[in-house]
């Protein structure tokens, strides 16, 4: 797979301090200094919230697939920056992924497998051979996401590391039940409408003739927000492509009282 010089990035470092733009800086010298074509960035999101590492997983879970092939994905979202976690670089089928080993690539590798990983263990692509003890992004993520966009093999960064020991977040499986299937919250987006991890392929034959359980609710599946009235909840499937309970012009999770991983149960009527 050859690499396309494009960059995504997803942090939480917000947009109030110049974290992000020097990481995009140390990228742009990289390149320069080393004749490669210039690079492309794209800002998948720096507002995960701080440490929040479910969110972090969910939302690079779902840009990867929209990517080219051959695009490096650079992920910080790092509350053990400086400790004994592990800096990564990952090969998958869509790309290249750089960031700690923390879980953080979770929901990518669920849907495409690792090929290949190496630990960042080799300082001569590091911005600096002793790096900042807070920001690991500036001075070996963002380095190596620039060399790998250039095209250096992933081997050349550092020893391999067994695919099977990348670090992976625990989250509940879907499990059958009856007519139904049982799974949980993964995720509540900006709206706050909560993201479970029960796949759309599981309600797609039951048409409208579902329900939601959560938080001691039972709520009516719909196609759209817009089908009940302002303030009503209802069940559907998200463009995301996982069932979604949402309230129309308010917050799901405000309203029912829930949170990432609390239990949701979907049943055929």
């Not at 719909?222 to 309970?245: D, I, R, T």
């Not at 799901?252 to 990432?260: P, R, Y």
């Amino acid at each position: 797979m050859q690499a396309c010089a494009l960059v995504s990035l997803t942090t939480d470092f917000g947009l109030m301090d110049g974290y992000v733009g020097v990481m995009k800086g140390v990228m742009a010298t990289i390149a320069s200094s080393q004749g490669h074509l210039p690079l492309q960035f794209i800002d998948v999101t720096h507002g995960v919230a701080p440490q929040d590492l479910m969110a972090g997983r969910y939302l690079l879970g779902q840009a990867v697939p929209v990517f080219p092939l051959g695009t490096v994905h650079l992920a910080v979202v790092d509350p053990g920056v400086g400790g004994d976690r592990r800096a990564v670089a990952v090969e998958f089928e869509r790309g290249w992924l750089v960031g700690p080993d923390n879980g953080l690539f979770s929901g990518v590798l669920e849907r495409f497998p690792a090929i290949a990983a190496v630990e960042l263990n080799r300082p001569q692509y590091w911005r600096a051979a002793l790096p900042s003890s807070t920001f690991h992004g500036r001075d070996i993520f963002a380095p190596v996401a620039a060399y790998l966009a250039g095209g250096l093999p992933l081997g050349d960064l550092g020893d391999e590391v067994s695919v099977s020991e990348l670090v992976r977040l625990p989250i509940s499986s879907v499990v059958a039940e009856g007519e139904g299937f049982r799974g949980c919250v993964q995720h509540v987006d900006y709206f706050g409408n909560l993201i479970t991890t029960i796949p759309a392929g599981v309600v797609v034959d039951w048409g409208l003739g579902w329900v939601a359980e959560v938080g001691g609710r039972r709520i009516s599946a719909g196609g759209a927000y817009g089908e009940v009235e302002l303030g009503g909840a209802m069940a559907l499937v998200g463009s995301h492509g996982w069932v979604e309970v949402a309230v129309n012009g308010g917050s799901a999770a405000e309203v029912l009282g829930i949170s990432v991983g609390d239990e949701v149960r979907v049943r055929c009527l």
